[in-house]
């Protein structure tokens, strides 16, 4: 039996397939990358690729530090995983680092690292050419506990692979052949920007080269308090002390600059960062000479979106019609870059870069096509939307009538926002991966207040519109959970939510600066999404208090995602409207969403008021709030679906009073 397991597992490396391919690979990276992966890289390389590649090249020979910015959903991620790859097998690197935004970004891509070695009939050309990595690695057959046994006849003797095949962390094989393998004996390991990053673990053996995908969350990059200076300190401490306190470490960052003052437009910026002699690259090398037919492109697919047209027809043909004239004087990088499929008509959707670049500016707006799409974002004293504008707002539609809910597995909530005139609601059902659908919203008029009104009887008047809108709300579609404003007329929301009971509650809005939103879970206190819930023992009540700049900032976020992917499913994260046929439809509610704006302003971020008719943005953000408080979020791909729990408990030994009564962290209430 012993003899048995130790024949299976021997490891016979084979001879390479083709040596002449694998020596013309190993010596240029280009081809490497279109030879052993041409299921990703089946397009000629642009210039910013060959930038990309260059980059990583040069520092694994040389060291030093570099900074590359090109267009989002370009091929950064891919060219990290694969130029990792090609680092193993012919450059002097032993132990390059993948450092993502987040850990679960970082290990994604780990992953895909893992998946080349593993994927011999997905990459049979790799698998051919590299036995002396891929074939232990096949040997495992999915079991890396396996590994620690695998052996192989080396000058007559059997010699241990020491093949290590980890979920955090990979050593190749230390196999010596006739052919040479520098890939001997290499690691790789990664992390994610948002924890810790320590090299102390390493033992003799420290990283050489750390590849830095994309940094910044867009959360971080558009913080108004600034938070992605501390991605800058990890770059510039953490990860440039993994070598060890007498080495330096190579580091390259490929990543996509979303505005003025985030941390990559500094990196790539040479007179900010010099030492990492950035570069930029846009969609557009220059634009078209006729702007004024783009723009007029831009009307039509933005009026044909309102008509529901959602594959833009009219403005598709007004394009086809004038292609030449409109392609005047512009240039691409990437030409291949449009999507080339087909609508249900068999009409193509893209029918070159040109287009698809337009497509953007019309669907996302110019201030975020020209950081995010041109790396070429507005300057820090100009406004930043973050790419929201009232068109695109009033655009977003669902496909389904007014009151219409999703057919399943909904979540309701309202949130309104109370005035001593009216009061402004807006109520959102919520589906799979918090897609939200804005089925109703409108205004409550407070009856009997009016200048000089007195402070009692204002209270008693929106007390009773407060009645009044519960008993509309409540009906077709009642809420999961409803926040109601409680800043100006504390004393009326309180007797009403008292009165009302689940799931009415009051809120009030503050920001960061002022009130902490995370912590300890304590007996009269409970944290959620930058919400804390506090039990008031004054008014015998739970406030809810919300961090306001963030979930403002969430609406805006959520209005610019595009309803519809390419297959007409909901993006995940999505807000729209009901449909309507009429293009003015949602007019006013799109002007109250942008309202007020984040901008940028010497170096700081600040939201600025635009209009004093802001309320039907308060009222989003308060039912994005309370949506938050559901647990209702956004699942990343490819990731496991974390366990649902409807009620979240408070952490602790000792009985809290949320915990107390019946029904989990909101307390339950009857009517008087």
């Given at each position: 039996?012993?003899?048995?397991?130790?024949?299976?597992?021997?490891?016979?490396?084979?001879?390479?397939?083709?040596?002449?391919?694998?020596?013309?690979?190993?010596?240029?990276?280009?081809?490497?990358?279109?030879?052993?992966?041409?299921?990703?890289?089946?397009?000629?390389?642009?210039?910013?690729?060959?930038?990309?590649?260059?980059?990583?090249?040069?520092?694994?020979?040389?060291?030093?530090?570099?900074?590359?910015?090109?267009?989002?959903?370009?091929?950064?991620?891919?060219?990290?995983?694969?130029?990792?790859?090609?680092?193993?097998?012919?450059?002097?690197?032993?132990?390059?680092?993948?450092?993502?935004?987040?850990?679960?970004?970082?290990?994604?891509?780990?992953?895909?690292?893992?998946?080349?070695?593993?994927?011999?009939?997905?990459?049979?050309?790799?698998?051919?050419?590299?036995?002396?990595?891929?074939?232990?690695?096949?040997?495992?057959?999915?079991?890396?506990?396996?590994?620690?046994?695998?052996?192989?006849?080396?000058?007559?003797?059997?010699?241990?692979?020491?093949?290590?095949?980890?979920?955090?962390?990979?050593?190749?094989?230390?196999?010596?052949?006739?052919?040479?393998?520098?890939?001997?004996?290499?690691?790789?390991?990664?992390?994610?920007?948002?924890?810790?990053?320590?090299?102390?673990?390493?033992?003799?053996?420290?990283?050489?080269?750390?590849?830095?995908?994309?940094?910044?969350?867009?959360?971080?990059?558009?913080?108004?308090?600034?938070?992605?200076?501390?991605?800058?300190?990890?770059?510039?401490?953490?990860?440039?002390?993994?070598?060890?306190?007498?080495?330096?470490?190579?580091?390259?960052?490929?990543?996509?600059?979303?505005?003025?003052?985030?941390?990559?437009?500094?990196?790539?910026?040479?007179?900010?960062?010099?030492?990492?002699?950035?570069?930029?690259?846009?969609?557009?090398?220059?634009?078209?000479?006729?702007?004024?037919?783009?723009?007029?492109?831009?009307?039509?697919?933005?009026?044909?979106?309102?008509?529901?047209?959602?594959?833009?027809?009219?403005?598709?043909?007004?394009?086809?019609?004038?292609?030449?004239?409109?392609?005047?004087?512009?240039?691409?990088?990437?030409?291949?870059?449009?999507?080339?499929?087909?609508?249900?008509?068999?009409?193509?959707?893209?029918?070159?870069?040109?287009?698809?670049?337009?497509?953007?500016?019309?669907?996302?707006?110019?201030?975020?096509?020209?950081?995010?799409?041109?790396?070429?974002?507005?300057?820090?004293?100009?406004?930043?939307?973050?790419?929201?504008?009232?068109?695109?707002?009033?655009?977003?539609?669902?496909?389904?009538?007014?009151?219409?809910?999703?057919?399943?597995?909904?979540?309701?909530?309202?949130?309104?926002?109370?005035?001593?005139?009216?009061?402004?609601?807006?109520?959102?059902?919520?589906?799979?991966?918090?897609?939200?659908?804005?089925?109703?919203?409108?205004?409550?008029?407070?009856?009997?207040?009016?200048?000089?009104?007195?402070?009692?009887?204002v209270l008693i008047a929106i007390m009773r519109a407060l009645r009044e809108l519960r008993i509309y709300a409540m009906g077709d579609s009642p809420p999961d959970l409803a926040f109601v404003d409680s800043g100006d007329y504390s004393q009326a929301i309180y007797s009403f939510v008292k009165e009302a009971g689940q799931p009415w509650f009051a809120t009030k809005g503050s920001d960061s600066d002022r009130m902490g939103f995370s912590g300890k879970d304590t007996q009269e206190r409970q944290y959620f999404e930058q919400v804390r819930a506090d039990f008031d023992r004054t008014n015998k009540l739970t406030l809810f208090n919300l961090n306001s700049p963030y979930w403002k900032e969430q609406v805006h976020q959520r209005f610019i995602t595009q309803t519809f992917d390419d297959s007409h499913q909901f993006n995940a994260g999505s807000l729209s409207l009901w449909s309507s046929s009429d293009l003015k439809a949602h007019a006013a509610f799109a002007r109250q969403i942008t309202a007020e704006t984040l901008i940028l302003k010497d170096g700081k971020k600040k939201w600025q008021v635009n209009?004093?008719?802001?309320?039907?943005?308060?009222?989003?953000?308060?039912?994005?709030?309370?949506?938050?408080?559901?647990?209702?979020?956004?699942?990343?791909?490819?990731?496991?679906?974390?366990?649902?729990?409807?009620?979240?408990?408070?952490?602790?030994?000792?009985?809290?009073?949320?915990?107390?009564?019946?029904?989990?962290?909101?307390?339950?209430?009857?009517?008087?």
């Amino acid at each position: 039996m012993r003899k048995k397991r130790s024949s299976e597992c021997e490891i016979k490396i084979r001879e390479p397939k083709d040596m002449q391919r694998r020596e013309r690979c190993l010596a240029d990276p280009e081809l490497f990358l279109t030879t052993y992966f041409k299921r990703i890289f089946y397009n000629p390389f642009a210039s910013h690729h060959r930038r990309m590649i260059q980059a990583i090249y040069d520092r694994a020979f040389t060291g030093g530090d570099k900074a590359v910015a090109a267009p989002r959903g370009d091929g950064k991620s891919q060219i990290t995983i694969c130029m990792g790859i090609y680092c193993f097998h012919a450059t002097p690197i032993c132990f390059p680092v993948i450092i993502g935004q987040t850990s679960p970004k970082a290990r994604k891509l780990f992953q895909q690292v893992k998946s080349k070695y593993e994927n011999g009939t997905k990459y049979p050309e790799f698998a051919g050419d590299f036995p002396e990595v891929c074939d232990p690695v096949t040997a495992l057959r999915g079991a890396p506990q396996r590994a620690p046994h695998q052996w192989y006849w080396h000058n007559g003797e059997q010699t241990l692979v020491n093949l290590q095949w980890k979920q955090d962390g990979i050593v190749l094989p230390t196999i010596e052949t006739e052919w040479g393998n520098l890939a001997s004996g290499n690691r790789l390991v990664y992390f994610g920007l948002d924890g810790a990053i320590r090299g102390e673990g390493f033992e003799e053996m420290r990283p050489d080269l750390a590849i830095v995908d994309d940094p910044e969350t867009r959360e971080i990059a558009f913080s108004p308090t600034n938070r992605f200076e501390a991605v800058e300190e990890m770059i510039d401490g953490d990860v440039a002390g993994l070598a060890g306190p007498d080495r330096v470490i190579a580091r390259v960052v490929l990543t996509t600059i979303q505005n003025a003052v985030c941390y990559s437009a500094k990196v790539t910026d040479a007179k900010r960062k010099p030492a990492f002699e950035g570069e930029r690259h846009g969609w557009l090398k220059t634009y078209p000479d006729k702007m004024d037919l783009w723009e007029e492109y831009i009307s039509l697919r933005h009026k044909d979106k309102y008509e529901g047209l959602r594959h833009s027809p009219n403005a598709a043909e007004f394009y086809l019609t004038r292609k030449d004239e409109m392609q005047e004087g512009c240039i691409v990088n990437n030409p291949y870059r449009f999507i080339s499929a087909q609508d249900e008509e068999g009409n193509q959707l893209e029918h070159d870069a040109i287009q698809a670049f337009f497509n953007r500016v019309a669907d996302y707006g110019w201030p975020r096509v020209l950081a995010e799409y041109q790396n070429e974002p507005e300057a820090e004293e100009q406004s930043d939307t973050i790419g929201i504008t009232e068109g695109m707002v009033a655009a977003r539609m669902s496909g389904r009538p007014h009151k219409e809910l999703p057919s399943a597995g909904h979540k309701i909530t309202l949130g309104v926002d109370v005035g001593k005139y009216k009061l402004d609601f807006v109520k959102i059902a919520f589906e799979g991966n918090a897609v939200g659908t804005v089925i109703d919203y409108g205004e409550w008029k407070v009856q009997g207040t009016e200048k000089g009104t007195s402070e009692e009887n204002v209270l008693i008047a929106i007390m009773r519109a407060l009645r009044e809108l519960r008993i509309y709300a409540m009906g077709d579609s009642p809420p999961d959970l409803a926040f109601v404003d409680s800043g100006d007329y504390s004393q009326a929301i309180y007797s009403f939510v008292k009165e009302a009971g689940q799931p009415w509650f009051a809120t009030k809005g503050s920001d960061s600066d002022r009130m902490g939103f995370s912590g300890k879970d304590t007996q009269e206190r409970q944290y959620f999404e930058q919400v804390r819930a506090d039990f008031d023992r004054t008014n015998k009540l739970t406030l809810f208090n919300l961090n306001s700049p963030y979930w403002k900032e969430q609406v805006h976020q959520r209005f610019i995602t595009q309803t519809f992917d390419d297959s007409h499913q909901f993006n995940a994260g999505s807000l729209s409207l009901w449909s309507s046929s009429d293009l003015k439809a949602h007019a006013a509610f799109a002007r109250q969403i942008t309202a007020e704006t984040l901008i940028l302003k010497d170096g700081k971020k600040k939201w600025q008021v635009n209009s004093r008719d802001n309320h039907k943005l308060d009222a989003t953000a308060y039912a994005l709030a309370a949506a938050g408080c559901l647990g209702i979020r956004v699942i990343p791909k490819q990731l496991p679906r974390p366990a649902a729990t409807s009620n979240p408990q408070p952490t602790g030994n000792k009985p809290t009073r949320f915990k107390e009564r019946a029904g989990g962290w909101i307390p339950k209430r009857t009517r008087s």
